[in-house]
């Protein structure tokens, strides 16, 4: 099964998106189960700003940039701000244990606002928004690790994700979080030519075809499930996509499971599948223009045709030194050839599409995460989830498009690929080609749509576009805050 995404439905330029947060009143359900009475209380998230971390912070000694991240923690505009601690967050001893030796001192705003909404009890639906990079995983692994009775040995929580990659990353998670959590058992549950037998353990984590399979193969036992979890769930949800699958798996799912959906986009038109699939759900929601990540700073090349963008993004490669990158460009064939070319131009690249076997994949992605490949040249099939802390600079060699209408613009998913970058706090670049007017205009109305800025980069002036990227990325080091993770979130 390809796991490849597909784009969400249609936003046009001439229809803009209303205002998520005017629109959707947060509520807290005291309710027994899902579908009871819900009591309206102020759950929302505020809007994300990362104050003080412009190319200006990169410029200060070593020691400030050590305290970024604190800083940023405390800063109550900022997505990553908390009041509480881990430990006013009713998590048991195991887990705890879990949290701090991954080194996170302190929740996200997503974290410490979900956490509690999620741990209650009786347990009730969860729709949750955050930016990208803010730690929607640990707020749904926390919960899922919570509710697990591991005397049980039977699935009780169930994980979807939309790419055979993400769904490895989230594993690698859980079992992090998990690791002094006695005798948990987490599985995956993505294409595997080599499975043989049921799948056993307390927690699974898969893609929606291959979980659909599973248990119609009744390797997989859905009858214990308590929790699941829909992670990029505007994506999962969306009709031209996942969104049958999705629901063919929850219709084979105990009636009260809870339903938990996270995302960093839920665009309009996947809303009220959002609200069916969740029903009478929490939601912690934000506005589109609340969504960028100050973090990342958004650039573009004004290139003359194909060509131009090829020779532009080569001379690019030539002149920097980055620590890790991601090339996202539309199609298969484009990752391809432009990996042949770069190959052939004396770079060292790799790529990764839909059109890969699985194990070819799995080798791909775990070199990019060691470091070992440096560039990775793929399609949407990595724009969502994906987290690679290194990763300092996002290429939208293509403006992201949609299918229907065809070539309109897709503000969710360049949102998505360019937070790749910028992940906690860190600092990136997002460097979009433009090859002609179509792309211009999708650029155009994309930027306006999130109300971000974006600053263009000459083609004929190499030392300006090294001096601008560099005032962002002074080095590898700098894009770095201190709080330094022992974790990378593979699944190894
Ligand atoms: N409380 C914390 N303290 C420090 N680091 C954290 C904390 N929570 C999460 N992180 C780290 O932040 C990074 C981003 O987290 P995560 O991948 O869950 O983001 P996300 O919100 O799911 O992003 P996306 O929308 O792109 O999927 C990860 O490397 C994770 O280890």
Not at 165 to 186: D, K, N, P, S, Y
Not at 321 to 330: D, L, Q, R, W, Y
Request: include cysteine.
């Amino acid at each position: 099964m390809s796991s490849e995404t597909s784009p969400p439905p249609a936003e046009t330029e001439s229809a803009p998106a209303p205002d998520l947060a005017s629109r959707i009143t947060p509520k807290e359900t005291e309710a027994p189960e899902a579908e009871l009475e819900t009591d309206m209380a102020q759950a929302s998230l505020d809007g994300g700003h990362i104050a003080g971390l412009g190319g200006s912070a990169l410029e200060e000694p070593e020691f400030d940039v050590e305290l970024k991240l604190s800083d940023l923690q405390a800063d109550p505009n900022n997505p990553l701000y908390s009041v509480k601690a881990f430990e006013e967050l009713n998590l048991s001893p195991e887990i705890l244990k879990g949290i701090s030796q991954l080194n996170f001192r302190k929740p996200s705003k997503i974290q410490e606002r979900a956490l509690p909404l999620l741990l209650r009890d009786p347990p009730t639906n969860l729709i949750g928004q955050s930016q990208s990079g803010t730690g929607k995983t640990a707020a749904f692994t926390l919960n899922m690790l919570s509710r697990v009775d591991l005397n049980l040995k039977r699935p009780q929580a169930l994980v979807l994700a939309p790419s055979r990659e993400l769904a490895r990353q989230i594993m690698g998670v859980v079992q992090a979080m998990g690791q002094f959590v006695t005798g948990l058992r987490v599985v995956s549950a993505v294409p595997d030519p080599t499975r043989k037998g049921p799948l056993e353990g307390h927690i699974v984590v898969g893609t929606p075809g291959t979980v659909m399979d599973l248990i119609r193969r009744r390797m997989l036992d859905p009858q214990g499930l308590k929790v699941l979890v829909l992670d990029e769930a505007d994506n999962m949800l969306d009709q031209q996509g996942m969104g049958d699958q999705c629901k063919r798996v929850k219709s084979l799912l105990p009636r009260d499971i809870q339903v938990v959906l996270f995302s960093a986009t839920f665009p309009e038109a996947v809303e009220k599948y959002a609200l069916h699939f969740a029903p009478n759900a929490n939601e912690l929601r934000l506005k589109h223009d609340e969504l960028t990540v100050e973090g990342i700073k958004q650039f573009f090349f004004d290139c003359d045709g194909e060509e131009h963008k090829y020779q532009t993004l080569v001379r690019f490669y030539g002149l920097m030194t980055i620590a890790s990158s991601i090339i996202f460009v539309k199609r298969r064939d484009t990752a391809a050839e432009i990996e042949r070319r770069m190959i052939g131009d004396g770079h060292k690249v790799a790529q990764l599409t839909g059109a890969l076997e699985g194990a070819d994949r799995d080798k791909v992605i775990d070199s990019f995460r060691t470091g070992e490949a440096k560039v990775l040249i793929t399609t949407n099939v990595l724009s969502r989830g994906i987290d690679v802390q290194s990763v300092s600079i996002v290429i939208n060699y293509d403006i992201p498009e949609l299918e229907r209408p065809r070539g309109a613009p897709d503000p969710e998913t360049y949102l998505h690929r360019i937070g790749r970058t910028g992940r906690f706090g860190r600092v990136g670049v997002a460097i979009n080609f433009l090859s002609d007017a179509a792309s211009f205009s999708r650029l155009q109305s994309i930027t306006s749509y999130f109300k971000a800025e974006i600053t263009p980069l000459p083609t004929d002036d190499w030392d300006e576009v090294e001096e601008q990227v560099k005032k962002v990325i002074k080095s590898s080091r700098a894009g770095r805050t201190t709080q330094e993770m022992n974790m990378d979130g593979s699944a190894e």
